[in-house]
């Protein structure tokens, strides 16, 4: 079974792969704000989480990108972001 295209979108913005980030996004039938079944977390939050700034500054310009989408207990991408000291 091939891997969700989604899937792939979030473990890079984990990763902070912006390259990979940049090509996935490309996709127009790519959801870019697929939330993970165990929490909703969206890629963008993910990268928010994380502070991979690079693909913050890379998400917020594209219009597809919902920034302010809650995961499924609640909190904000920027919220989540505050709390581990990401500016």
Request: charged share 30%.
């Amino acid at each position: 079974m091939a891997e969700l295209k989604e899937n792939i979108l979030w473990q890079a913005c984990t990763d902070g792969d912006l390259e990979a980030v940049k090509k996935l996004t490309d996709d127009p039938d790519l959801d870019v704000n697929w939330g993970d079944p165990e929490y909703g977390r969206t890629p963008f939050y993910r990268v928010c989480f994380f502070g991979r700034t690079s693909v913050v500054e890379y998400l917020k310009r594209n219009p597809r990108v919902d920034v302010t989408k809650q995961r499924s207990q609640g909190g904000t991408p920027f919220f989540a972001a505050g709390q581990k000291g990401h500016k």
